[in-house]
């Protein structure tokens, strides 16, 4: 099983409001990451997670806020951000310990967020 | 840095045809991993195929294979056999170390004509 979850699938919010978009994968990885994804563009890392522990931020804006509560679950909270961040937000998982496949990340299907 | 340049923004091929997708990347790394991943409209992004540098043998995956050139440092994506299924962004991408970012290519979009 490869599977990352992502919820909710859309999501639209004001500039005032606060949100939070929830991934998931139970492939016993160890790292995960948010990317942020504008159309016809590749992805662009925000953060990792490796064993729960931030390792990665590519200077996102503090609007932006992850949270890893357990080796499963990663969390974006978003809060005051602006109609530029509206984006396909995706999340990936990798093993991140000696396997097979320890570099390659499996992709959740992303949740698309529109600020108005 | 590390760079990954996919020449070609837009691809198409006929149904049941073949057809090459181009990558080169640039990295002072001997040892590191190169994949392509597929978005379809869906915007799902699947991995297709992966290949560790210190291999030699081009990686395949059933209608999929690569042409891996280590000292050129081109990876490229051969479609056998293409199916309308196939069509979507094909994203190149590049990392060094477990836990650490891709670096991706810019992409590029596959038409498939029936």
């Known amino acids: 099983d490869t599977e990352v979850t992502q919820t909710p699938k859309h999501l639209v919010m004001g500039m005032t409001n606060k949100k939070s978009l929830k991934c998931e994968q139970h492939?016993?990885?160890?790292?995960m990451y948010w990317y942020k994804q504008k159309a016809k563009k590749p992805p662009e890392l925000m953060f990792v997670y490796s064993y729960e522990k931030l390792s990665i931020n590519e200077s996102v804006p503090s609007r932006f806020s992850p949270e890893c509560p357990n080796s499963s679950l990663l969390n974006l909270h978003l809060h005051a951000l602006q109609p530029e961040d509206s984006a396909l937000y995706l999340c990936a998982s990798s093993p991140g310990y000696d396997s097979e496949d320890t570099d390659t990340q499996y992709f959740g299907p992303g949740t698309r967020l529109t600020v108005l | 840095a590390q760079t990954v340049t996919q020449s070609q923004p837009e691809m198409s091929v006929q149904e049941a045809e073949t057809v090459t997708l181009s990558c080169t990347y640039d990295?002072?790394?001997?040892?590191?991993?190169l994949f392509w991943y597929k978005q379809p409209p869906s915007r799902q992004m699947i991995l297709v195929i992966r290949q560790e540098a210190y291999k030699q043998q081009n990686a395949t995956e059933n209608r999929f294979s690569v042409n891996f050139q280590k000292a050129a440092k081109s990876f490229s994506l051969k479609i056998s056999d293409s199916q309308l299924g196939d069509a979507a962004m094909y994203f190149c991408?590049?990392?060094?170390?477990?836990?650490?970012?891709?670096?991706f290519g810019g992409g590029t979009r596959l038409m498939v004509k029936p």
């Open positions: 492939m016993g990885h160890r790292a």
């Open positions: 990295t002072s790394e001997s040892d590191y991993y």
């Open positions: 991408a590049y990392s060094w170390n477990a836990g650490n970012m891709l670096t």
